[in-house]
């Protein structure tokens, strides 16, 4: 158990629409970040969040938008979905990032399907 | 540069082998090299972690060696078992910066 919470753990959603998924990260953490893991590879960075300032962007299009709140939970926002959107998400929080070190925590992620 | 290359793709063990499982960078500015765990639908899991100026690790089953002048890294467990049977990650990491992962490994361990 991380203490990272994700929800809805399994969505289905048609070409075309917007999808939110929300962390809940663990106690104290105040740094959040984002990836996707398409089937059978490993997780791509999509951005991070520190005290609810983006901090940090992977290449990924625009589309892809997030937020974080002060207490520190955050969003994660995908408009106009793709096929290729279809992956599970995952949310990753931290104590901060100033130290390489620092021990980041997982969800068990959200599945997205895109149809 | 910002890649972390993986080997094998999957790898088969008996029960009581050992399981190794390399990795290697290009960017010398990485300062932290993770390994995750991941069962089938559940998130990754830190399992071990090492700093460029060690160049080993254990906890328990699992050592992590690490050639700085050569820029690999690899994970080997020990008296592998079924339970172990999971994808493991290896990544790399600088300080304000995003984890890069390595592709996986698929392992599984027949008894």
């Known amino acids: 158990e991380t203490g990272v919470t994700q929800s809805p753990t399994h969505l289905i959603k048609t070409r075309g629409q917007q999808v939110t998924l929300r962390c809940s990260s663990q106690?104290?953490?105040?740094?959040v970040s984002w990836y996707q893991q398409a089937l059978g590879q490993g997780p791509q960075f999509i951005f991070q969040?520190?005290?609810?300032?983006?901090?940090g962007r992977g290449n990924f299009p625009p589309r892809f938008s997030g937020l974080q709140f002060p207490n520190y939970s955050s969003e994660l926002n995908v408009n106009a979905l793709e096929l290729d959107d279809s992956a599970l998400y995952l949310c990753?929080?931290?104590?901060?990032?100033?130290?390489?070190?620092?021990?980041?925590?997982f969800g068990e992620g959200s599945w997205l399907t895109v149809v | 540069q910002q890649q972390v290359k993986q080997s094998p793709q999957s790898l088969i063990v008996q029960k009581g082998g050992i399981s190794i499982i390399n990795c290697a960078y290009e960017?010398?500015?990485?300062?932290?090299f993770p390994w995750y765990q991941q069962f089938p639908g559940k998130g990754p899991a830190l399992l071990i972690a090492?700093?460029?100026?060690?160049s080993e690790k254990k906890e328990g089953r699992f050592t992590i060696s690490f050639n700085k002048s050569a820029k690999q890294f690899s994970l080997h467990i020990m008296d592998s078992q079924p339970g172990d049977s999971a994808t493991y990650f290896c990544?790399?990491?600088?300080?304000?910066?995003?984890?890069?992962f390595g592709p996986g490994t698929s392992l599984s361990v027949i008894p």
């Open positions: 990753a929080s931290s104590l901060s990032n100033s130290y390489s070190g620092n021990t980041i925590y």
């Open positions: 106690s104290g953490h105040n740094t």
């Open positions: 969040y520190y005290r609810e300032e983006e901090n």
């Open positions: 960017n010398t500015a990485f300062d932290y």
């Open positions: 090492i700093r460029p100026d060690v």
């Open positions: 990544a790399a990491k600088t300080s304000y910066d995003k984890v890069i």
